[in-house]
């Protein structure tokens, strides 16, 4: 089995993207980011992207007519590339049909909370606002609801006492970008199953 083949959806400063990244270059993770898909051509991810000589699809969605338009392009690109999984991180859209139905199974998201607490956007301040001891992350698979899919993993991070979104949504981010990489791994090595809205993980 060859190097698992990515491509990673991005809307801003891309650490997700770089802890993947960085992964393969060290070895520990047996994979190839073909591409980088950002609906913000002046994120600081592009800029990530092209040092780390990634190939790159931006847009702006506003230029199309809707959002199957666009993912309809997406779609074209990534099996044009023989993508093999869809990473989010930190893709600050809602995926339609037109890409979840092909890569159901094959699409996963990483969001800052413990799902299914926390769905949508600021996890991180919803978890402060409502005063929970313990947050943390999670990668799912994407079903097309709103942070709904099945889950792969988490990992748990403690609200200390005092703390700011900045200073929890620091340790959030460490936490994300030590747990994806790993997950990304896991299927790279055919580990993870996925059944109704069950993932085992074999060792």
């Known amino acids: 089995m060859g190097a698992l083949r990515l491509a990673v959806f991005a809307s801003g400063q891309g650490t997700n993207f770089q802890a993947l990244v960085d992964a393969v270059r060290q070895g520990g993770l047996d994979a190839t980011i073909e591409l980088l898909v950002c609906d913000k051509p002046s994120?600081?991810?592009v800029e990530r992207a092209r040092k780390a000589g990634v190939n790159t699809f931006l847009f702006?969605?506003?230029e199309y007519p809707s959002r199957e338009a666009?993912?309809?392009e997406i779609?074209?690109?990534l099996n044009r590339r023989g993508i093999e999984l869809v990473v989010l991180a930190g893709y600050m859209r809602i995926i339609t049909s037109v890409l979840v139905e092909p890569f159901y199974g094959h699409m996963i998201n990483i969001h800052p909370a413990l799902l299914p607490s926390f769905p949508g956007v600021n996890g991180i301040g919803q978890a402060l606002a409502y005063g929970v001891k313990v947050t943390g992350v999670t990668v799912h698979y994407v079903d097309g609801g709103m942070d709904s899919g099945p889950i792969i993993a988490q990992s748990a991070v403690d609200v200390l006492s005092g703390d700011t979104e900045d200073t929890l949504g620091g340790r959030i981010h460490a936490a994300e970008q030590q747990l994806l990489p790993k997950v990304v791994q896991?299927?790279?090595e055919g580990r993870v199953s996925?059944?109704?809205?069950?993932?085992?993980?074999t060792a």
Request: glycine fraction near 4%; proline fraction near 9%; charged fraction near 15%.
């Open 186 to 188: 896991w299927i790279a």
């Open 60 to 62: 702006v969605p506003k």
């Open 194 to 201: 996925l059944n109704g809205r069950n993932v085992t993980v």
């Open 75 to 77: 779609l074209a690109e």
């Open 70 to 72: 666009y993912e309809t």
């Open 43 to 45: 994120a600081p991810v």
